[in-house]
């Protein structure tokens, strides 16, 4: 036992089990960028980290400016999936032996020109009978290995370079003693780039990385807005949208009912875009509205609200957007585009702010699923009861009821945090939720099976979209009744 007050650090002969990610506030991007792995999620936690691995601000991309934004807006984590042509092509160099055959082969991290910028070379080790690699970057040494025992020691250093990996050649020997080499000049075929790529991109971020929000910055075609919805459906996620940036009302309606492909309840759209401040001075930039939606509701959950509180109105604030791409609807056709699916955000105060928070659903046929906030709702309930259920995989399931129970019990403490939150709607929590593990949901035959089943019932809060107050004025020789 630790002596108290103090501090006791203990070995373990096991690390402690990983959980699930169960983390609303994370975003998962996919765009177009000049370096970087391509079709693999990649995490970054900055835009200097952006810089670093997918390079710098490019025209042809709205990639950079979105997530210099969202940043700045108080974004936190994001994993990014680069977008390449179905022609892409990576550099690579070879590593020679003392008698010119292969020993290692090593491949620029992601496809695109930039690869005949890095070079590899190999010198002496300092133990007898090892070897040292280095890269080389715009003529600055910007790693190196240290001293490798052998070819294999060298393809494990790789994993964790920034520029390249390395594969075993041929040759058993280690490379020779040789100059930086610069790799060969890759392509990212980027002007051939389909809906087929963008697809491959999205299936690159897998539902182990957990819930959050997925976008692709100013991406508003139908098919890139269903790709986006489908994504969030499958991996219990929830989807943000950019409209496109028109002032046309029923173009913008268009775009919402082209959108709606079966997986309209896990995402909304947003209209206009932000004008925001240029990376140069005295100029400006515009840039989707995803990437400042994304960030509020990422620093609102930071903040402690519930998933289900509209990152909206007052909670909805842009602390980067000066102007908005579009002039000021009217009032009816403000409400005209709400009721289409469309969130309108609005410049009021001298502040740009999100003034709807609704789904893409059709509110005629599926009301039940208007709020954006039960989507973000359902993606936490789903990926924290995943990991509650993956507690109990392999467990045995007694027949007294225990296991069960226990399984139980779990659940509901889960939906009582959600409850006393205000995620929640009941005076109590039996009038908010209830979780049923009896006998005919785990039947003999499912038990049999090897199954353990649960039903989980809740009512979502619903949040405040209109507000009436009534003025009465009375004479002043009446009372107030």
């Known amino acids: 036992m630790g002596l108290r007050p103090g501090v006791d650090v203990v ?41 670093r691995i997918f390079g710098l601000r490019q025209s042809y991309s709205l990639l950079y400016d979105s997530l210099d934004i969202f940043f700045r807006e108080g974004g936190g984590l994001v994993w990014i999936s680069r977008v390449v042509g179905p022609a892409a092509v990576t550099g690579t160099a070879t590593l020679l032996d003392a008698s010119a055959a292969i020993a290692l082969t090593a491949t620029a991290i992601g496809p695109g020109a930039f690869s005949s910028g890095i070079s590899i070379g ?23 290995s240290g001293d490798l025992a052998d ?62 929000q997925v976008w692709s910055p100013g991406r508003t075609t139908d098919i890139g807005h269903q790709q986006l919805l489908s994504h969030a459906n499958t991996h219990r996620r929830v989807a943000i949208l950019d409209a496109p940036d028109s002032s046309s009302i029923a173009a913008l309606q268009a775009s919402v ?41 990422n620093r609102n959950d930071a ?13 909805g604030i842009s602390f980067t957007a000066i102007d908005l791409s579009q002039v000021a609807v009217s009032d009816v056709n403000r409400d005209l ?3 289409s699916g469309i969130n309108v955000v ?14 893409l659903v059709d509110p005629l046929t599926d009301s039940n699923w208007i709020s954006l906030g039960h989507a973000r709702l359902f993606a936490i309930l789903a990926a924290r009861g995943s990991a509650i259920g993956e507690r109990y995989m392999f467990d045995t399931i007694d027949g007294q009821g225990k296991k069960i129970g226990e399984f139980a019990k779990d659940l509901v403490a889960m939906l009582q945090e959600y409850y006393f939150n205000g995620d929640l709607y009941g005076q109590t929590p039996a009038d908010a939720f209830r979780v049923d593990v009896g006998s005919a949901v785990n039947t003999p035959e499912t038990l049999a099976n090897n199954e353990l089943h649960a039903i989980l019932a809740v009512k979502m809060s619903p949040f405040t979209e209109y507000v009436k107050i009534e003025i009465v004025k009375k004479p002043i020789t009446e009372g107030m009744v």
């Not at 080790?125 to 970057?137: E, K, M, R, T």
Request: proline share 6%.
């Open 11 to 51: 070995l373990r002969s096991t690390p402690v089990p990983t959980s699930a990610p169960t983390n609303m506030g994370v975003s998962f991007v996919v765009g177009l960028s000049d370096t970087g792995p391509a079709n693999q999620a990649t995490p970054i936690l900055s835009i200097s980290d952006f810089e």
């Open 122 to 144: 190999v010198r002496a080790g300092v133990g007898a009978g090892n070897f040292a690699l280095f890269i080389v970057v715009g003529g600055v040494e910007v790693e190196t």
């Open 151 to 212: 070819n294999n020691a060298a393809v494990l250093w790789s994993k964790n370079s920034k520029y390249v990996r390395l594969t075993l050649g041929a040759s058993l020997l280690d490379p020779a003693v040789a100059a930086a080499k610069a790799l060969s000049a890759g392509n990212d075929d980027r002007a051939n780039v389909t809906d087929a790529e963008w697809q491959k991109a999205l299936d690159g971020i897998p539902t182990d990385f957990g819930p959050g």
């Open 257 to 297: 009912i082209a959108s709606r492909a079966g997986s309209q309840r896990f995402g909304g759209m947003f209209w206009p875009w932000a004008v925001c401040d240029g990376v140069v001075a005295g100029t400006t930039r515009k840039v989707p509205w995803s990437a400042v939606q994304a960030a509020m509701m």
């Open 303 to 315: 903040s402690g609200f519930g998933p289900s509180d509209p990152a909206a109105g007052d909670n």
């Open 337 to 339: 585009l709400n009721s």
């Open 346 to 359: 609005r410049m009021m105060f001298g502040q740009a702010r999100t003034y709807g928070y609704r789904t």
